[in-house]
Every structure is written in structure tokens, then in C-alpha cells.
């Protein structure tokens, strides 16, 4: 894993130091909060419906037991004893007081995390593949390019006051698990017909108020010249992005009204001009960063409890059916810790769960954590004889719940509950739909489901790509639930279908239950997932459960 | 014809805490909404908001949300301001916490 050299931690020490002193002037009053306010967006400060709101980001979604634990630390300390893992790999503190975000930020660099740059318009948090490193299909580690990117993206001069937020997503592996089509900059590594790795670059995704899927700017990209060409896409957006109206600000909006073709045109005669000024000392950079990332030390030992516990725990082999992932190492597993335990807040962990986390890292993980955009925890290098121990501590922590791509490991924004943006509130339907489907011990049956809620236009729950999306609105003053369906967010990413009209909070769990009783009737076998059967049959039949005949004729 | 006017409450964050707050009658900024100021009338909405908003060293982002007469002081128009004024749903903290008993 990475660790902060001199350069990174007198940068993040100062910031903390000009924040603490701009907080100060703000209590003092010799700034007012037009003044403030986008000085403490810079440094991920938000103020919510009820309090103000820390946005700290997980670079790439890594870290290690020592981060874990002080996140557990801040969070008793100066929050209320929780934090929320969001679907941009962040965590998210829901109560701090102005006063004390300096010593926040403080504790944070203490462990070499900061908040900078988790607001505002400006290049955020670069997210990743939560199975980077790990994964058995990938062709490289995508993450030492996410923490070049990093490093080139923080502070940089010229991308601080962006026409509107950009966001980039990383993945090494030809199977996305990081949602790229759905962001400003996706990278997909490919390889050439020489067999080489680079990006297959992709421009424009996005969710939110209007939808798009990612268009392929640059078909195979060497990764040598990815910084320049990373910058040559923004600064051409920084230029041509229009800042006359926020909803048409979005990269996404100025690949569609300029059209691709003209995008790339600039783009490329932009990148010629750039890849002269990069004299390859960020070839340099990336080449101390990759040593840094270097796979642990696999160990070779004997796997028989695996098996054994397999065999004669059936609570055991649910969870690993579920939550395991194949490794690259044959001997080794990926572990999905699901914190979405059934009626729980998807995405919340209490300071103890946080420090149970990082006692299993750093015992049995080699010190490696990883937070899912999905807002679950991955520990992703273990080996399959320490699992057993290891599902026995998760049980103890309420952390064993084996749920994981089923229809109670549900992606919820925190809506109207915290947010000042929410239109409606989120996670009291996740937590109902878990319940329900748990009381109907249907979840297995039905198997591979993504249901993603969001509270607002924003998507932040990515409803668009959820294989049933859940939208909440405000209706004439009334929370009301759009339902959206076949949305996919892998490489294949397809933007889900509005099925009707919406329907109203005490309505959306008993229409998500008709919507999942006519899957289970209409599917040919067991084996058919949810959204094969969609694609095999269209919206029609799904459309007749959510909305039956005789309403249908009551309401005309 | 003038539109009738919906009764109007100013509302805001605390500066330090983050609270949700309220101006009251007698120009505090009270926790609880049953304190706040119930305003009838248009011109007397924006000098009360105008004040709120001279009032930077104490609040954030004061407003004028729609209001009810309730049996005990203003009622909440609107289910974004009844969650200002109880807390999130999901836990019970916020003000269904602080203000209890």
C-alpha cells in the first residue's frame, strides 16, 4: 500500500493548519459564509438537514487496520459513535461540530487520510475496483494509477474551479465492478494486439438528472501516456464546459451537444501539445508507486479447516456461497464483509465493527481493507484456512450477515434522513425491503438482484443502474417512489427503464414484492437471474405486476 | 385578488453545532420549532428574514419555510421540515434525542 512520503505529508499538515485558521475566522467573524463556505467544501466540510457533515475520502477504496481504527476513534470521539461508507468510497460523518473538524482533519493526516477535495468543483476521490489487486480476472492493479492520479489531480491549479465536479473510476479487470461507464473519466484496462496493458479511456457517463452511459474516446490508450491524456480530457472540458447553467455543466452534456467526434479531435491535439511537457518523471513517480503496491508475501499452509467447516457448518457455507470472491492465489479468498445487516443502515459501521475490521485485516489480511462503491468491506487477501476463524468473529460483530449481490445488499444514498438535497428519504426503504425479503426467506431463491435507492434526481444510490432502480421525489408534498428497471452497471452498463407512475412510501415495498413474485413465476429456472429474465421478456410482464388491471381500471 | 399568504417560520443551522434553529418572537434562535415565530403576513416574512440573515456569527443559511398553527406552537408545512425537526428516521438522533423529556 501506498504511504504518504515527506512532500504528501507537509502538503495535507499545511492544509489542516490554513483550514483550522479559516475556521477560526469564520467563529470569529472575519469571514462570512459566502467567504467560508467554499473553503470548507474544499476540505469535504458539508452542512446537512441537521448538522454538518465531513466527507472523508478513502483513496481508491484502501486502507489498513491503523486507518480503520482511527476512523473508529474519530468517530467516537468527535461524532456519534458511527461512520456511513458511501458509494463513492468515502466515509461519511454525519454530526461533527465546527469547532472540532480541525482536530478531525488533524487525526486524519495523523494516519496519512484528509478530506480535501471530496466537495466542490474539482477532480474528486478517484474510485477503483474494491477487488483491485485481488481479483482472479484482472490484468493489472489499477491502483497505483489511481494514486498517480491522485497526487497529479490534488491541488492541481488549473482544475480547481472546474465548470462542475469530475469524478473518475479505475478498474484493472475486464469484468467492471467500479461502474466506469457511469462516470465523468473511465478507465478499463485492456490489452493491445501486442499484448500490452493500457486503457480502453471512456468520457462523458454519468448518472443523475440526465442519465448517460460512457462513450469510448480513445480505444486503446498506453499507459505511459495516461496522465497527459487524462489532462488533455479536462482541460478541454474546463474550457468548453458550459458554466451558464449547473445542470448542463456536467462533462457528460458537453460530449453530447459537441458530439464525440469533435470532443476527440480537440482532445487528441490537446494531448499531442501535453505529452511534451511530461518528461516521464511521472513514469518515474508510478514506477516508486507500483513497488509500494506490491502484492503481499502469499503464504502456502494447509486449507482443510475451509473444507471441513464447509461441510459441517451450513451457516458457514451460506456466507462463504455468498460473500467469497475467487482470488488470484488459488489457496487465497476475497471476503465481502456485508454492512447491511437486514433492517440496518446500508453503508453505517459502528467504531467497534470499524475496529473488528481492522483486528481481521491486520491478523489474518495482510493489513488490507477496501470499501466498496456497493458500501460493503472487503478483506481482500485471505487465506482460506484462517476463514473459519474469520466468520466466527464477523458473527460475533453482527458483521456475518451473507447477503452479498442479494436483494437485501441494497446501495441507499442517505436522503432526506440526512441529506439538505434529498427530495425523500432512502434508507428507511432499504431497511424495509431487507426486512421483508428476510421474514419471506425468499432472498436465495432469488437470487443475483441489485436494488439501488436513491433520494433525489442526483442518483448518489445509482438507481439508474440498479436491475431495479427505486427513485424517491416530492410529489405535492408527498414522498413518492419511481420505480426503474434492467439497469446494469458493469461493462455492459445500461441505463434502466422508468416502469409507471410512482408510488407512494407505504406502497414501494409491496410493489417491489409483486415486481419480485412475477420474476419468480415468469423465470425458467432457478438458475435465470432477475435480469435475464427481464432481458428475455421486456418490461411488460413486470409492468402488469406493479401495476394490476383492476388499479389500472380504478385509476382510469 | 392577492394570494392568501401561507404562514411562514425562519429557519436556519446553528453556526457551531449545525443544529436546526428557529427565530422566535423576542429574536432568539430556539432548538424546538413550537418557539418560533409564526409570521402572517408577506412584509413582515422578509424583515424577519432580513434580520436572520444579518445574524451570521450565530446561523447558516436562514429561510422561510410554510408553517401551520398547531395546538402548541407552529407545525411543520412540509415533511422536509418535520424531519428537520425530529431527526433522521433511522436513528434516534437529532433533535427526537436532544430535546427529550
Not at chain 1, 512532500?7 to 469564520?26: G, I, K, L, N, T
Not at chain 1, 469510448?216 to 487524462?230: G, M, T
Not at chain 1, 452479498?404 to 434508507?427: E, F, H, K, N, Q
Request: with cysteine; net charge negative; glycine share 8%.
Amino acid at each position: 500500500m501506498y504511504t504518504y512520503n515527506d512532500f504528501d505529508e507537509a502538503f495535507v499538515r499545511e492544509r489542516v493548519a490554513q483550514f483550522s485558521a479559516q475556521v477560526e475566522r469564520r467563529i470569529d467573524g472575519s469571514l462570512t459564509e459566502d467567504e467560508f463556505k467554499p473553503l470548507r467544501l474544499m476540505n469535504g466540510l458539508y452542512l446537512q438537514l441537521h448538522a454538518y457533515m465531513l466527507r472523508v475520502a478513502i483513496p481508491y477504496g484502501t486502507l489498513n487496520g491503523r486507518q480503520m481504527r482511527q476512523l473508529a476513534m474519530i468517530a467516537e470521539r468527535w461524532d456519534k459513535g458511527y461512520g456511513h461508507f458511501t458509494t463513492r468510497q468515502n466515509i461519511q460523518y454525519n454530526w461533527p461540530k465546527l469547532r472540532d473538524v480541525p482536530q478531525m482533519l488533524s487525526a486524519l493526516a495523523d494516519v496519512g487520510m484528509h478530506a480535501i477535495q471530496t466537495s466542490g468543483n474539482t477532480i474528486r476521490n478517484v474510485t477503483s475496483d474494491h477487488f483491485a489487486g485481488a481479483a482472479a480476472d484482472e490484468i493489472e492493479d489499477p491502483r497505483p494509477v489511481a494514486e498517480l492520479l491522485r497526487q497529479w489531480s490534488t491541488d492541481h491549479p488549473e482544475f480547481q474551479f472546474l465548470p462542475r465536479k469530475f469524478k473518475i473510476a479505475i478498474t484493472g479487470s475486464p469484468n467492471d465492478r467500479a461502474v466506469t461507464k457511469a462516470h465523468d473519466i473511465g478507465l478499463r484496462m485492456v490489452r493491445n494486439d501486442a499484448g500490452e496493458p493500457g486503457f480502453e479511456v471512456i468520457v462523458g457517463g454519468g448518472l443523475g438528472r440526465t442519465p448517460m452511459v460512457g462513450k469510448v474516446i480513445r480505444e486503446f490508450l498506453p499507459k505511459a501516456d495516461l496522465l497527459p491524456y487524462v489532462e488533455a480530457i479536462v482541460s478541454v472540458y474546463n474550457l468548453l464546459g458550459r458554466r451558464d447553467n449547473k445542470y448542463k455543466a456536467r462533462i457528460k452534456i458537453t460530449v453530447h451537444e459537441n458530439g464525440l467526434d469533435k470532443i476527440r479531435e480537440l482532445v487528441e491535439a490537446r494531448f499531442t501539445d501535453l505529452r511534451r511537457e511530461f518528461s516521464g518523471a511521472d513514469q518515474e513517480l508510478l514506477g516508486e508507486i507500483e513497488a509500494a503496491f506490491a502484492a503481499p508475501d502469499f503464504v502456502s499452509k494447509p486449507a482443510e479447516a475451509y473444507d471441513t467447516a464447509r461441510e459441517t457448518d451450513p451457516v458457514f457455507r451460506a456466507w462463504a456461497d455468498t460473500n467469497l470472491t475467487a482470488h488470484r492465489n488459488a489457496d487465497y479468498s476475497i471476503v465481502t464483509i456485508s454492512i447491511k445487516t437486514h433492517g440496518q443502515t446500508p453503508g453505517d459501521a459502528t467504531a467497534d465493527q470499524m475496529r473488528v475490521l481492522a483486528d481481521l485485516a491486520e491478523t489474518y489480511g495482510h493489513d488490507e481493507l477496501r470499501i466498496s462503491h456497493e458500501q460493503n468491506v472487503i478483506l481482500p487477501h485471505v487465506h482460506k484456512a484462517d476463514l473459519p476463524a474469520i466468520h466466527a468473529t464477523l458473527k460475533a460483530a453482527g458483521l456475518a450477515t451473507a447477503n452479498v449481490g442479494l436483494i437485501s445488499d441494497i446501495i441507499a444514498c442517505p436522503g432526506m434522513d440526512y441529506c439538505a438535497l434529498a427530495t425523500a428519504r432512502s434508507i428507511p426503504v432499504a431497511q424495509q425491503i431487507a426486512t421483508r425479503f428476510d421474514e419471506l426467506k425468499l432472498e436465495h431463491d432469488i437470487g443475483p438482484l441489485k436494488i439501488k435507492i436513491s433520494g433525489c434526481i442526483n442518483a448518489c444510490g445509482h438507481h439508474h443502474v440498479g436491475h431495479i432502480g427505486i427513485l424517491g421525489l416530492d410529489r405535492a408534498g408527498v414522498e413518492n417512489y419511481q420505480i426503474t428497471l434492467g439497469g446494469d452497471g458493469t461493462e455492459d452498463a445500461v441505463i434502466g427503464e422508468r416502469a409507471g407512475p410512482g408510488f407512494a412510501y407505504d406502497e414501494i415495498v409491496p410493489a417491489i414484492e409483486r415486481l419480485i413474485h412475477a420474476y419468480l413465476d415468469l423465470r425458467e429456472e432457478a438458475s435465470e437471474t432477475f435480469l435475464q429474465t427481464y432481458r428475455r421478456l421486456g418490461a411488460e410482464p413486470f409492468k402488469a405486476a406493479l401495476y394490476p388491471a383492476e388499479e389500472r381500471s380504478n385509476a382510469a | 385578488m392577492s394570494r392568501r399568504f401561507t404562514p411562514k417560520i425562519v429557519t436556519a443551522n446553528d453556526l457551531l453545532e449545525g443544529d436546526v434553529v428557529y427565530l422566535t418572537r423576542d429574536d432568539r434562535w430556539s432548538l424546538r420549532l413550537s418557539e418560533a415565530e409564526l409570521i402572517e403576513d408577506e412584509p413582515h416574512a422578509q424583515k424577519r428574514l432580513h434580520f436572520a440573515e444579518g445574524q451570521q456569527d450565530l446561523v447558516v443559511g436562514p429561510y422561510l419555510a410554510d408553517a401551520h398553527r398547531g395546538p402548541s406552537g407552529p407545525e411543520p408545512a412540509h415533511f422536509r421540515e418535520a424531519f428537520r425537526a425530529r431527526g433522521p428516521s433511522n436513528y434516534r438522533h437529532g433533535k427526537q434525542e436532544d430535546l427529550r423529556g
